[in-house]
């Protein structure tokens, strides 16, 4: 048996935003991996239907709250002993736009899931924070690094008051899911284009939504407290990708790829030209794992007396920033391969 599968075996797991893309893909893996009890926790009441009803033979209990209820959010920490939290408003313009509406679920929200955690023992909280918040232009960005502070500080509430252990950990794109871009461009070309392209040489870390949940379940595993977990990823240009797209789905809505225009329209509010998931402070404190990068707390002297010691470390001096436009990024060729392997080019 896995660490990852022993680790949550006979656990109570709650996985909140769990009728979303990295949600329900958490769900899946710990019902593959025979994990204890399972709740499953969202506001979005037709999703939430229909994911209990899929896994309901599996035991999945599905619990219809808002993390901004606080009430609520205690009410389903209840027997849990671990929280997997996915929940959150992601999209940058509308968080842009509605920046409150960021504030009381991304920040608010996360208060109120901590204070859950604490005064019910939870055992540990995982929190899926994003590149965004590294050097944040964006409201979105800025609730997402506001989450991670919360977590960090959760610790030193945690070792007043209870067992539980905060951590963190940052993504880069999660191609296919619910809002990136895969789907986007894939509507764009079916419509005959023209795919929009907000800049030429944009470049984003990738992963998929299968890395995604692996990288939360792996944390689970090695969170010690108030560290940010970092995936090792791909980087690609966003106009080679939508390249690739336009050649291999062009013809199968009965198109010609040379037909379908890439339109250069600029860069929306709060958009950046590259990503960065650890920046050049981070680096001072931070291991490199076969994996992962782990950045470990600033303020470590406010915290649990922790080693943090990771089977599979690889070095305890990172010296350069992890971000988009420093990483080699993949040629037209391997985005193409990369597409093909991982099934996102499917119709």
């Given at each position: 048996?896995?660490?990852?599968?022993?680790?949550?075996?006979?656990?109570?797991?709650?996985?909140?935003?769990?009728?979303?893309?990295?949600?329900?893909?958490?769900?899946?893996?710990?019902?593959?991996?025979?994990?204890?009890?399972?709740?499953?926790?969202?506001?979005?009441?037709?999703?939430?239907?229909?994911?209990?009803?899929?896994y309901a033979k599996d035991g999945l209990a599905t619990v219809l709250g808002d993390l901004r209820d606080a009430d609520k959010v205690r009410q389903s920490l209840v027997?849990?002993?671990?929280?997997?939290?996915?929940?959150?408003?992601?999209?940058?313009?509308?968080?842009?736009?509605?920046?409150?509406?960021?504030?009381?679920?991304?920040?608010?929200?996360?208060?109120?899931?901590?204070?859950?955690?604490?005064?019910?023992?939870?055992?540990?909280?995982?929190?899926?924070?994003?590149?965004?918040?590294?050097?944040?232009?964006?409201?979105?960005?800025?609730?997402?690094?506001?989450?991670?502070?919360?977590?960090?500080?959760?610790?030193?509430?945690?070792?007043?008051?209870?067992?539980?252990?905060?951590?963190?950990?940052?993504?880069?794109?999660?191609?296919?899911?619910?809002?990136?871009?895969?789907?986007?461009?894939?509507?764009?070309?079916?419509?005959?284009?023209?795919?929009?392209?907000?800049?030429?040489?944009?470049?984003?870390?990738?992963?998929?939504?299968?890395?995604a949940a692996g990288l939360v379940l792996e944390a689970a595993v090695l969170a010690q407290g108030g560290e940010v977990f970092i995936t090792k990823m791909q980087v690609?240009?966003?106009?080679?990708?939508?390249?690739?797209?336009?050649?291999?789905?062009?013809?199968?809505?009965?198109?010609?790829?040379?037909?379908?225009?890439?339109?250069?329209?600029?860069?929306?509010?709060?958009?950046?030209?590259?990503?960065?998931?650890?920046?050049?402070?981070?680096?001072?404190?931070?291991?490199?794992?076969?994996?992962?990068?782990?950045?470990?707390?600033?303020?470590?002297?406010?915290?649990?007396?922790?080693?943090?010691?990771?089977?599979?470390?690889?070095?305890?001096?990172?010296?350069?920033?992890?971000?988009?436009?420093?990483?080699?990024?993949?040629?037209?060729?391997?985005?193409?391969?990369?597409?093909?392997?991982?099934?996102?080019?499917?119709?």
């Open positions: 048996m896995t660490a990852i599968a022993e680790f949550f075996r006979n656990k109570s797991v709650l996985v909140t935003g769990a009728a979303g893309t990295v949600g329900r893909a958490l769900v899946e893996r710990l019902i593959a991996l025979g994990a204890g009890r399972l709740r499953a926790f969202d506001n979005n009441e037709t999703e939430l239907f229909f994911l209990g009803e899929q027997g849990v002993d671990v929280v997997l939290h996915a929940a959150a408003l992601k999209h940058v313009p509308l968080c842009e736009h509605y920046p409150f509406e960021a504030v009381q679920t991304n920040i608010l929200g996360m208060q109120n899931l901590i204070q859950g955690a604490v005064a019910e023992d939870v055992g540990r909280v995982i929190f899926t924070s994003s590149d965004k918040a590294v050097n944040p232009t964006s409201v979105m960005g800025t609730t997402k690094l506001m989450g991670e502070q919360l977590i960090r500080a959760a610790n030193v509430m945690a070792h007043e008051k209870s067992r539980c252990v905060f951590s963190s950990t940052r993504f880069g794109n999660v191609l296919g899911s619910r809002g990136s871009v895969v789907p986007l461009f894939r509507e764009q070309i079916r419509r005959g284009g023209p795919v929009t392209l907000t800049d030429p040489d944009m470049t984003r870390f990738v992963m998929t939504l299968g890395e690609l240009r966003v106009e080679d990708l939508a390249r690739v797209m336009i050649e291999e789905l062009a013809p199968r809505f009965g198109l010609d790829p040379r037909r379908v225009e890439l339109r250069v329209i600029g860069s929306r509010p709060g958009e950046k030209l590259y990503e960065e998931l650890m920046n050049t402070e981070e680096t001072r404190r931070s291991l490199e794992l076969q994996r992962h990068f782990a950045v470990l707390p600033a303020l470590r002297n406010f915290h649990r007396e922790v080693e943090y010691s990771y089977a599979g470390l690889v070095s305890d001096c990172v010296t350069n920033p992890y971000n988009s436009q420093n990483e080699p990024a993949m040629s037209l060729d391997e985005v193409r391969s990369y597409m093909r392997n991982t099934g996102l080019l499917e119709t």
